[in-house]
């Protein structure tokens, strides 16, 4: 897919909740310069904390891009909110979704990018084919953030070691793999929608060969673990062939998401990403551990971190209290 | 996907040598009762064994389906293959094709599907769409070939497994993950070619709740220690939820096929497939190594399973050659 051309208008309809806007506040969190609106209808209950704006004044002050940024039951747009849609095409913004349903089989919104010329973009269906992964060593270097569960904040590690990198002068790009990261760098992969043959062709496509001192920040996916997806996991990991893994956790998550299995254990966690890494980068090392302790008490929260370093002999952060410098620090220590 | 109808009539159009008709051929040894005949345009250069029919003398034999039994370079049906499908459908046949090209795709094959109201299926493409996977243990018995490398003889395997436990008086099922098994049990589905999330998913569906003495024997796809293809081998795994595994081995390989890549130990092969099957069976075992010892001299293939079996602990047979008798002996015993 080409670059989403930005600035953005963030579309989230009339949601009921924020958890449903949960992709359009992501993209808030990391791209807040990237958007110039919020875009509701009427009844909405979620709120961005953007301007609102209808569709003629975001294309008066410059919109290129609309994004569909809300995740709702069954990723089904409703009718009522086509009209929107088919406004901001009118209006010369290109339209980007993270629903299921395609926005091209939606008759009306396809006549719209027709007449107008402006692109549709589909973030959770892949617009390229990929060929086979190769398993052979690209120049650059690379960091992938696997987790021990979904959900466990492998995209906002990802993207805060992406920040705090470049903040030190490093070249630094995220690597997208969800349709959340793809809005948030206007790039990237979907992986999990992806034909299965081509899981790590994907990954290689994603991250290609750069220069020596380039780090790509690969967002995970999933994890080994996890009996529904733990094959995204690993095609993930042998694409990328990281120098680096960061381990994910969510300490109070009492099993897997989505279904009855138990958390994995820590060491074992890093142990089999590590072993099933060396397959395509025998130098792999885990230079951390990334945890969300949002549901901690704050001094709960560095207590847990500061045992866990402790017992794993690596640096332990929550990215969003208290950032990612030590696991930064280390990842430059251990991949220089 | 329905069950394919038959019996068979095998097209293999003028394909050049017999590697281009091994779809074909993998039938005949297999369900050499399922095929009235084979059809062959002129200049074919394989030969499948059996009697040579038109469409008008299979049809008058019976013929329910017929199967375009190729693997050509790049899956791509050529033109003056489609007057010979055209045929068939309109002689009451349906039609089923191992080929990357759908058969619908091509508008003289739909259009004869329509009016003779015959069925077309594409093996490679699955016809159904599945459930993540969930990972919840389900009745029944069952084993899974895994490999070293990809085409190494886990469908084979697979087959042979079948075939000896329904001799012992055994109920067993071979599900087959790729075409030619899919023609070979008339059913299946090609996990590579189902999106990524799903194909845990689809490893259930293959091999649903069972009654408790009942064996699915599943075949396997691809190979932990394969660059490419690893995230299926490992979603077929959690999905089978296998009691027991094979290793399937070809000792005169010396890369991995297609990548440049060292063969993996065999004993590592064993411990990462037990590891990562303990997640959705923590009973799983291996029973035994299945060997294709065709590139071998005879003397020195009863050799190497001598010394690899006693190496091993375990079996280790060449199931073509000397039958799976003695690995079939080892999983009764471990899974009673």
């Known amino acids: ?26 993209i808030v969190d990391w791209r807040r310069d990237w958007c110039l609106g919020q875009l509701r209808l009427p009844g909405c209950k979620a709120d961005l904390g953007l301007p609102d704006l209808d569709i003629a004044a975001a294309a008066a002050q410059g919109a290129r891009t609309m994004i569909v940024g809300v995740a709702n039951a069954g990723g089904v747009m409703p009718d009522h909110w086509v009209a929107t849609i088919v406004a901001a095409l009118d209006a010369g913004m290109d339209v980007a979704s993270g629903l299921h349903t395609r926005l091209g089989a939606i008759p009306a919104i396809a006549d719209a990018a027709a007449r107008s010329g402006r692109t549709l973009t589909d973030v959770r269906h892949p617009m390229q084919s990929f ?13 992938l953030t696997v987790g021990t569960d979904c ?73 080994l ?64 551990l990334s945890v969300n302790t949002s549901k901690l008490m704050r001094a709960a929260a560095r207590d847990y971190l500061a045992r866990l370093g402790e017992r794993m002999g690596m640096p332990a952060v929550d990215p969003i209290a208290y950032g990612v410098g030590p696991l930064v620090d280390n990842l430059l220590k251990l991949v220089p």
Not at 2 to 20: M, W
Not at 270 to 278: D, Q, S, T, V, Y
């Open 151 to 223: 959900s466990v904040g492998k995209k906002y590690t990802a993207l805060a070691i992406e920040r705090e990198l470049r903040l030190r002068g490093h070249d630094a790009d995220f690597r997208a793999t969800g349709q959340t990261g793809i809005f948030i760098s206007g790039r990237g992969v979907a992986v999990d929608a992806v034909v299965a043959d081509f899981i790590a062709g994907a990954a290689e496509w994603l991250s290609p060969a750069a220069e020596p001192d380039h780090w790509d920040v690969v967002e995970g996916q999933g994890s």
């Open 1 to 26: 897919m080409a670059d989403l051309a930005r600035p953005y208008l963030l579309f989230i309809g009339d949601v009921q909740d924020d958890l449903a806007a949960k992709t359009a506040a992501g």
């Open 225 to 288: 673990f996890h009996p529904s997806f733990a094959g995204v996991s690993l095609g993930l990991l042998h694409g990328s062939q990281p120098d680096a893994i960061v381990l994910c956790h969510e300490p109070t998550r009492a099993a897997m998401r989505g279904v009855p299995a138990p958390l994995p254990d820590l060491q074992a966690c890093i142990e089999l990403n590590l072993a099933c890494g060396r397959l395509t980068n025998p130098a792999v090392v885990c230079v951390g």
């Open 131 to 143: 060929a086979t992964g190769k398993g052979t060593r690209r120049a650059g270097k690379r960091v």
